[in-house]
């Protein structure tokens, strides 16, 4: 019979180890090894096979085996150390609150939204590289003390598990999760001080006078806490109960009522949340990715309703507090909608334009904030953009990518003005780093460094052999987990237990260890390497250097085209002769992942460039001592350095995509051939392999610092969250006269603008053969119009001349108002030629105000009309 329904009954924990609650439901567990050990000595068999889930365990164990721990001294004594340390990791200041002992002025608060969040293998919330990205954000926020809050969707059955067919074929299952056997805690109106709060419930208003439902889940991410929405409630009606059944399943309109929940009721979660734990109110809101930007506009309705603003001061106020993160380099990987659906979402009864879901608003309005040059598509990375006055891309190239990419919304500016920077992704190392790696460095760097993750390039200090053994280990972890999962796999495939005696054979610790796992669209090219297959073949085969492949891979359940690429990769790894050599495991996740990245010797990733924004898998790698073979795309291009990896040549610019990949897939090979397989066989008297362990060192003392989360979540909060804050602030003190004055400033600019010109510029003061350095006097009568001199900044613009008279490698000069002259107003510039070769100038008007952050920010620009 199988059951109805599923729930979870939590076992009755003794007084003395009551302790094991808050160790078992705080996340931090997760990247806290000792803990996890304390966990599996309740069990070590069950922990096994509750996998290495501390509630699941603490639900599971037997009472006897608890009662007799309750007087085991040893234990008690780990149990209560453990539990000292948890509490203070959780009150102890840290980088944050030294940080503004010093007085360093940062945000208040800040609320992260994201549509997934991956924290640990045991909240399967995630996908892919956002999820995991969005939980190593927390973590290292916590880590630092961060005063920030996650929020998101709890999904009943995540993303999906996937398994292969007899023939290689991905299937999909959809295994529902009960919040009561998760690590979560129900958000309630009586916040942590009492247990008999009633629990929240967000509404949001739904077409037709229907109303979605969502209680709040809490999860304890350390010192974070993570607000995940859950519409699957009895309050709502049937359809609405499925509105948070699957990350990323469903149609449009499933998807614009989970992104509506996201926003707007994300915006009411953290209102209840606050509240009922008598917090101020975030400064800062983020939007990892454009899918939550509804909370923009759930912000303006409250400053329209309760502040008595109108539209455009509020949207003022909510700019000056948002950050957007975008992070697809791809236009087709923007998030869109219809309009006529938002509007059906957003719209008045009967067609009015007052919005019936945000009472204040009009439709109008917001739809406008989603608009693209296709009036009848509403796009939600332009509204992250409308709605933010600041914005990143993941790397250095997708911030170059992003700003070319959204360049349309700043019309009159070159690419390179575009006000979209960039913060390269890390992540987390107490979570990625093996716990080999983590005893090592608790002996070199010290428990309270490394808790903040400093320091972890002193890993180099290791000698060759120390490094090398490490190595090893991880390497021989890594094949008996792919041979449990190879075998695991064959018999979900059909296969009997008498026909897998070869799987002990699968894998060889001694063998140069290469791994490829990520998602499966088109751009990451998982069938890359399978190109030759012969010479691939030749390659696993070969007698003196062997090389070996563990593949792994989800492919998006509506992607055909993915799943048959998985399906060439498994049917090749199949074969008699290489499946010693070659696996795909199905259900990449965390839990597989951790192996992976431990035990890789290489990383390999072959995007097409530029495609892949930011890609972390290759950081993981690197953290543990694994050297990147990679497309110099996302956060490689920036970080390779010719020593801690391989860049695989890109065939950039040849636009016969077959061709490209024929080139780039012989690069590959190549480079595994000649470069990186006769660098870990050449081994010394020792058997050592010493050019590749100094490769090994090269990459933990180089790229470790670079690539960690606590050092991206640094970045966010002084140059992201902190000037947002003071922008916050200086718009919303006396009553938001700076939020009412940019709004008035932004209405008198774009009325007047069409009359501002540039009448006539000279240029005097120069010698005939001038040289770099030298002198030139710039003179320009400027029309402006009803605005006034102090509305406005005149740049003098110098650089080089390209054939067709454009402007490039510019540098540009502020030019001082002089005077008035026959209804115009002069500016002049005294400035030195910047570079050499042809070089020319232009003036050019652009709008200021002392609560604008860039120049190009209202995308208004004048220059003399040629
Ligand atoms: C890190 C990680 C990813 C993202 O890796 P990319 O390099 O960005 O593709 C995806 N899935 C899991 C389980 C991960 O740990």
Request: net charge negative; with cysteine; aromatic share 8%.
């Amino acid at each position: 019979m199988k059951a109805l329904r599923r729930f979870t009954v939590r076992a009755h924990i003794p007084e003395r180890l009551a302790a094991l609650g808050p160790l078992s439901t705080n996340l931090r567990w997760s990247w806290h090894p000792e803990t996890q050990d304390l966990f599996s000595r309740l069990d070590p068999e069950l922990w096994q096979a509750v996998q290495f889930d501390p509630v699941r365990m603490l639900g599971e164990v037997n009472p006897t085996r608890l009662d007799e721990l309750s007087s085991d001294e040893a234990f008690l004594g780990d149990l209560d150390t453990a539990a000292a340390d948890l509490d203070a990791y959780l009150s102890t200041p840290r980088w944050y609150q030294s940080q503004q002992a010093k007085g360093t002025s940062l945000a208040g608060g800040i609320a992260y939204f994201s549509m997934e969040f991956g924290v640990s293998e045991v909240l399967p919330n995630y996908s892919g590289g956002l999820g995991i990205l969005a939980g190593d954000h927390l973590k290292a926020a916590s880590d630092l003390g961060l005063p920030l809050i996650g929020v998101g969707l709890l999904y009943r059955s995540g993303y999906f598990r996937q398994s292969l067919t007899a023939d290689g074929w991905q299937a999909e299952h959809y295994p529902p999760h009960d919040p009561q056997g998760l690590p979560l805690r129900l958000l309630t109106d009586a916040g942590p001080t009492s247990d008999d709060g009633s629990p929240v419930v967000i509404h949001v208003a739904m077409p037709g006078g229907r109303v979605l439902r969502a209680r709040v889940w809490i999860a304890q991410v350390g010192r974070v806490p993570l607000l995940l929405l859950d519409s699957d409630i009895s309050e709502n009606d049937a359809d609405l109960r499925g509105v948070t059944d699957r990350l990323y399943g469903g149609d449009q309109d499933h998807r614009i009522k989970q992104e509506i929940l996201a926003g707007i009721g994300g915006v009411r979660a953290v209102r209840a949340y606050t509240a009922a734990y008598g917090l101020p109110d975030p400064e800062v809101f983020h939007m990892n990715e454009g899918h939550a930007g509804f909370l923009g506009i759930e912000r303006i309705r409250e400053l329209v309703t309760t502040s008595g603003l109108d539209f455009d001061s509020a949207l003022a106020a909510v700019r000056a507090g948002t950050v957007f993160t975008t992070h697809t380099p791809v236009p087709a990987g923007i998030d869109r909608f219809p309009a006529d659906l938002v509007r059906h979402y957003f719209g008045g009864a009967n067609g009015e334009n007052e919005s019936s879901l945000l009472p204040g608003l009009t439709v109008d309005r917001i739809v406008g904030m989603g608009r693209e040059s296709d009036p009848s598509i509403f796009n939600m990375a332009h509204m992250g953009l409308r709605l933010g006055q600041r914005a990143n891309g993941v790397s250095k190239l997708h911030g170059i990518v992003s700003r070319d990419m959204f360049n349309g919304l700043w019309p009159g500016f070159d690419a390179d003005e575009v006000p979209i920077g960039s913060v390269t992704n890390g992540v987390h190392a107490p979570t990625w780093a093996a716990p080999e790696w983590m005893d090592v460095a608790r002996r070199i760097v010290g428990q309270e460094q490394l808790e903040e993750a400093r320091g972890w390039e002193r890993l180099h200090e290791l000698s060759a052999t120390e490094l090398w053994e490490t190595r090893n280990a991880l390497r021989g972890k890594l094949v008996d987990e792919v041979r449990r999962r190879v075998r695991a796999s064959w018999l979900e495939r059909g296969a009997t237990e008498a026909e897998l005696g070869w799987t002990t054979g699968v894998f060889d610790p001694n063998v140069l260890t290469v791994g490829f796992a990520r998602r499966v669209p088109t751009y990451k090219r998982l069938t890359l390497m399978l190109r030759d297959p012969e010479r691939l073949r030749a390659m696993l085969l070969d007698e003196k250097r062997p090389v070996q492949l563990v593949v792994a891979g989800k492919s998006h359940p509506a992607d055909d085209g993915g799943k048959a690429l998985i399906q060439q990769v498994v049917r090749f790894a199949d074969e008699a002769d290489v499946r010693h050599r070659i696996v795909f495991l199905p259900d990449y996740d965390m839990s597989m992942a951790r192996y992976l990245y431990w035990g890789c010797d290489v990383w390999l990733n072959n995007p097409l460039r530029p495609l892949e924004a930011c890609g972390t898998s290759g950081m993981k790698s690197a953290l543990n001592g694994g050297l990147n073979l990679s497309i110099r795309d996302g956060w490689w291009d920036e970080m390779y350095d010719g020593e801690n990896g391989w860049a695989i040549p890109t065939a950039d610019g040849v636009l016969d995509d077959v061709r490209r990949d024929d080139l780039e897939a012989s690069a590959l090979y190549e480079l595994l051939e000649h470069a990186v397989l006769p660098t870990f066989y050449d081994r010394d008297a020792a058997d050592l392999p010493t050019r590749w362990v100094e490769r090994v060192r090269h990459t933990l003392e180089n790229l470790g610092p670079k690539v960690l989360a606590s050092r991206m979540v640094r970045d966010y909060a002084v140059d992201y969250y902190a000037p947002s804050a003071e922008s916050a602030r200086a718009v919303v003190a006396d009553d938001f006269a700076g939020a009412r004055e940019v709004a008035e400033f932004r209405r008198r600019i774009e009325s007047q603008w069409p009359s501002v010109a540039v009448e006539q510029v000279d240029g005097s003061g120069l010698p005939d053969t001038p040289e770099i350095g030298a002198t030139i006097s710039l003179r320009a009568k400027v029309r402006l119009g009803g605005l006034s001199v102090s509305d406005v900044q005149v740049q003098a613009v110098l650089g080089r001349v390209s054939p067709g008279e454009e402007l490039t490698d510019v540098v540009t000069f502020p030019m001082t108002h002089f005077g008035a002259e026959d209804g115009t107003e002069i500016f002049e510039a005294e400035v030195a030629l910047p570079v050499s070769g042809s070089v020319g100038y232009t003036v050019r008007v652009l709008p200021h105000h002392r609560l604008l952050v860039d120049a190009s920010e209202l995308g208004l620009v004048t220059t003399p009309s040629v």
